[in-house]
């Protein structure tokens, strides 16, 4: 079966196709107003050219397919055999390489595994084993302080603690209780009762002995002492005093005084005097 000859894809330009079915639109519309017109147009421009333009595209594409299904079954076949023998020329060419590095990767893990991962294992192991003895270690030891001191305790309890309970309870507290009670609590109830009536009576004898003579003898003291003397001063001592100022005021201080002042001018113009005279001024 031959290959069928070139198919022509070809086709009237867009451009022409606008520019013919614009004229013709020119041509066939009918003259009238503008502001019919116009708007026509414009909406011819933006809704019809885009749909015609689509339209050619989809046109395109059908005819593209047509030809493509036109393509004969023995290329699809020799086109698919060769891209299976070059295929398995890559899986022959890659497959020894895949089989070193698949080796490569056993080997260094058959290494890490001997180096590395067995010691880890073995001290992990070890550690563990190690960490075991010491909790159960200190386990024991925890057991046998716990054990001495419950021993301890109990040996404490059987040895002091129970003999001192009974010995408060059936020995020491009966008497203890009797001899506070009739002996220790009137002798205390009788010593508190004296302090308090000591106590009355000494502040009974310092109110009769001391607080009320104070009291009275400052009373006596302000009526016998402070009172006469306070008249006194203020009705002889005082008016005597001002007697005696004034006297001493009218017959010494001023006449002094002025007997001063007197001597002290006349001095005073002596000097002048006897100035003028030596000094001729």
Not at 119 to 126: E, K, T
Not at 200 to 229: D, H, S
């Amino acid at each position: 079966m031959g290959l069928p000859g070139p198919v022509s894809l070809s086709k009237e330009p867009p451009a022409t196709a606008l520019a013919a079915a614009t004229g013709a639109a020119e041509a066939a519309a009918p003259a009238g107003p503008a502001w019919i017109v116009i708007p026509v147009r414009v909406v011819a421009l933006v809704v019809l050219v885009p749909v015609r333009l689509v339209h050619d595209l989809a046109v395109l594409a059908g005819r593209g397919l047509r030809a493509l299904m036109r393509i004969p079954v023995g290329l699809v076949r020799l086109i698919g055999s060769g891209l299976a023998w070059l295929f398995g020329v890559l899986l022959v060419l890659l497959s020894p390489v895949g089989r070193f590095f698949a080796a490569l990767g056993r080997g260094i893990a058959r290494v890490l595994g001997f180096v590395l991962l067995r010691p880890l294992l073995v001290l992990g192991r070890g550690l563990a084993w190690l960490g075991r003895g010491v909790l159960l270690l200190f386990k024991g030891i925890g057991l046998l302080f716990r054990g001495i001191g419950l021993g301890f305790g109990q040996l404490l309890t059987v040895l002091v603690v129970t003999p001192a309970v009974l010995l408060w309870h059936y020995v020491l507290r009966p008497p203890l209780r009797i001899v506070w009670r009739y002996v220790l609590s009137p002798i205390c109830q009788g010593v508190a009762g004296t302090w308090r009536l000591a106590g009355r009576f000494l502040r009974w004898l310092w109110l009769v002995l001391v607080v009320v003579p104070a009291r009275w003898g400052g009373r006596a003291g302000r009526v016998l002492i402070v009172e006469p003397a306070r008249w006194v001063r203020t009705s002889v001592l005082r008016p005597i005093g001002n007697a005696v100022r004034n006297m001493w005021r009218v017959y010494v201080r001023d006449p002094y005084r002025s007997a001063r002042r007197t001597m002290r001018e006349t001095s005073r113009e002596v000097r002048l005097t006897l100035r003028r005279t030596f000094r001729g001024r």
